[in-house]
């Protein structure tokens, strides 16, 4: 009730804001309260993860009304959605920037383009906070642990299953990795953006956009989702606790509104403990908005890595104690994003993506170990690592903004790698790309091939294949392969995104999504990895916008 009653609130506030927006700012384009609401809700949908809820800007540009900063040697710069106006912003929207704005002239129509150009010239509407009540009234307990299974109760070898987001339908497909079935499909939250593993692979968190966040028991005859919790309105990413003794204990989200993080029950999803994030960032200023982006479970320690995005700091939370918080604020560069583990499981690789940095944390001494410089905006997923011929271990990145993928040598303890120590946590090669838009790259320990997707490419023969490199014979060319083609499915006027690879439990297979129009049919397409054959394309009416896709072992493990 109290929930309804605070986003009845934010309607109200958002209606006002939008009156005040037409009446303050007298040269914003009139916009009906209807209006402003559908501006409002596309926003959310489409825009907010770059730009922010108050829209000032971190991967994407800042879109407030006006704009005005002070630079440090004192030059004063203003800008702002209204000096640019409506026919300048529907461009932007339609055709996007070499700045990388994606286009959008394929997903939304004209007029709500318009209309987007005209509502964020708009006083930007602030949503309401989400305290530890809120989230405890959303909780609901589904399935109790006393009335869950005892034991496995199907056949499933779920080592093997793979979770897999339908973006656009606000759904989960299951899907067992050993026959290619669709084992169960289940509701989640809006655009699901991971899936997480418990350290037992019993259980698999889901995270909606919407910040609603699920749990499903992967032990009943069919996957069962046994509680859900809400974590605010805007929210990326969850973990489990990892550490001996800790095993599916707690469960950890963060969420880009409210800035907070939120400490729940394992296996009932019950809030335990929410922290804000808001502070002050790595050059001194306040910011109202610090986003929760990538979590990690560390396997060392019992503590989570929490990157916060526009403050630039890393928190590592050690949870032996809620009662009695203990955590760590390391520095590193804005906006921290995504990111791994290296080879050895002691050092965080993340993205500080406007910075074209990457931040290495060494989780076990507690502190930064390393600020890397990268080609532009790097944008790793989790990374892939492996034993390079001539540097030893390193970790791999791809690039929104440039047409590379860069290997970093990352330090290792054991002796027989001491003589790359030079080389540590330098880029030390830049493969290169047909063009620039990589999003996730991925191997596997039993691998030879290194895999990068190109989904963000404006070219829809880039965009729709993915490169595959020979870690045998890094020099070679990558092999492409036109996963939309090789899926069989009629060509269609959306692009369809061939994205995020994801080797299967015994590292033979490569599974992508191929990520077509919001209501088109699409599938997963699968490839042998030592042939680079297609092996298998799992479609259905049901398969609709399928993005990331988690297979329980490699999730569980980190193995990437
Ligand atoms: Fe993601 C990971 C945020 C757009 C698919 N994405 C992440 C993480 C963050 C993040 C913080 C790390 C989570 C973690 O590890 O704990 N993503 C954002 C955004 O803010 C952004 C740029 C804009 C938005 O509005 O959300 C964004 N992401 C996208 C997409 O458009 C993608 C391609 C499709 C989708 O589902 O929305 C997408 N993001 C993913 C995937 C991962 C991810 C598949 C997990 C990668 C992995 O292998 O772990």
Known sequence: KALQLKTLAWSVAAALSAASGIAMANTAPAITEAEFEQGKKIYFERCAGCHGVLRKGATGKNLEPHWKKTDADGKVTEGGTLKLGTKRLESIIAYGTEGGMVNYDDILTKDEINLMARYIQQTPAIPPEFSLNDMKDSWKLLVPKDQRPKKQLNKVNLKNVFAITLRDAGKLALVDGDNHKIWKILDTGYAVHISRLSASGRYVYTVGRDGLTTIIDLWFEEPKTVATVRLGSDARSVDTSKFKGYEDKYLIGGTYWPPQYSIMDGETLEPIKVVSTRGQTVDGDYHPEPRVASIVASHIKPEWVVNVKETGQIILVDYTDLKNLKTTTIESAKFLHDGGWDYSKRYFMVAANASNKVAAVDTKDGKLAALIDTAKIPHPGRGANFIHPQFGPVWTTGHLGDAVVSLISTASDEAKYAKH?????????????????????????????????????????????????????????????????????PESKAIRRATHPEYNEAGDEVWISLWGGKTDQSAIVIYDDKTLKLKKVITDPAIVTPTGKFNVFNTMQDIY
């Not at 790309?433 to 996730?440: D, I, K, Q, R, S």
């Not at 790259?441 to 070219?459: C, G, I, Q, R, Y």
């Not at 729709?464 to 939309?484: F, G, Q, W």
């Open 421 to 489: 120590k030079e080389h540590n946590w330098k880029v030390v090669q830049e493969l290169k790309m047909p063009g620039a838009g990589n999003l996730f790259v991925k191997t596997h320990p039993k691998s030879k091939n290194l895999w990068a997707d190109a989904p963000m490419n404006p070219e829809r023969e880039i965009a729709e294949s993915v490169y595959v490199y020979d870690l045998n014979d890094l020099s070679k060319e990558p092999r492409r392969l036109d996963v939309a083609k090789d899926s069989g499915l």
